[in-house]
T-cell receptor, first 112, second 115 residues
């Protein structure tokens, strides 16, 4: 059972639309990451969150620790935002190194 | 420019062959990681290393081996014991492993195809 669930799996939208991608997790975490994977495969880290909200340009990430849920929003979406967005959670393990679990990703396609 | 490089970008392997994927970083990071990505699945950890000459198995280490003789290099060997090696392999590094705030930096990946 994957302990990180992302929705939707696939999303197609028109340019300028407001985009929301969701991530739910079932374990207590120390941090949550949002990653962007481009069509060629390279991955870029967008945000790291442990509480609240972060904003970078047109991207906004929020996290609700009590509800074990995070959202990634894209305002004024553009075709260059087309990518796979991956949620990853880091959690503490007793007597072991922190573990990271990755979601399966949300494939976003923005139409011009 | 600091970063992580992986080579080759594409690799073809015949059944029964061992192949080695290269990962180099000049970020002066102590920790390095190897992940495998399959269609429709999240990244899965193969091996990681916190420091030179030390490495730990991840969730799917069977059929793989690694070495960490230098801080900047963490090659992954896919052995003939790996029954389903066709996948996209990603290398990453971070300053350390233990901190909750550690960000991992990813290489461009190597796509391995078994013929």
């Amino acid at each position: 059972k994957n302990e990180v669930e992302q929705s939707p799996q696939n999303l197609t939208a028109q340019e300028e639309e407001f985009i929301t991608i969701n991530c739910s997790y079932s374990v207590g975490i120390s941090a949550l990451h949002w990653l962007q994977q481009h069509p060629g495969g390279g991955i870029v880290s967008l945000f790291m969150l442990s509480s609240g909200k972060k904003k970078h340009g047109r991207l906004i990430a929020t996290i609700n620790i009590q509800e074990k849920h995070s959202s990634l929003h894209i305002t004024a979406s553009h075709p260059r935002d087309s990518a796979v967005y991956i949620c990853a959670v880091r959690f503490f393990q007793m007597n072991r190194d922190d573990k990271i679990i990755f979601g399966k990703g949300t494939r976003l396609h923005i139409l011009p | 420019d600091g970063g992580i490089t992986q080579s080759p970008k594409y690799l073809f392997r015949k059944e029964g062959q061992n192949v080695t994927l290269s990962c180099e970083q000049n970020l002066n990071h102590d920790a390095m990681y190897w992940y495998r990505q399959d269609p429709g699945q999240g990244l899965r950890l193969i091996y990681y290393s916190q420091i030179v000459n030390d490495f730990q198995k991840g969730d799917i280490a069977e059929g793989y081996s690694v070495s960490r003789e230098k801080k900047e290099s963490f090659p992954l060997t896919v052995t003939s014991a790996q029954k389903n090696p066709t996948a996209f392999y990603l290398c990453a590094s971070s300053i350390g492993v233990a901190g909750a705030q550690e960000t991992q930096y990813f290489g461009p990946g190597t796509r391995l195809l078994v013929l």
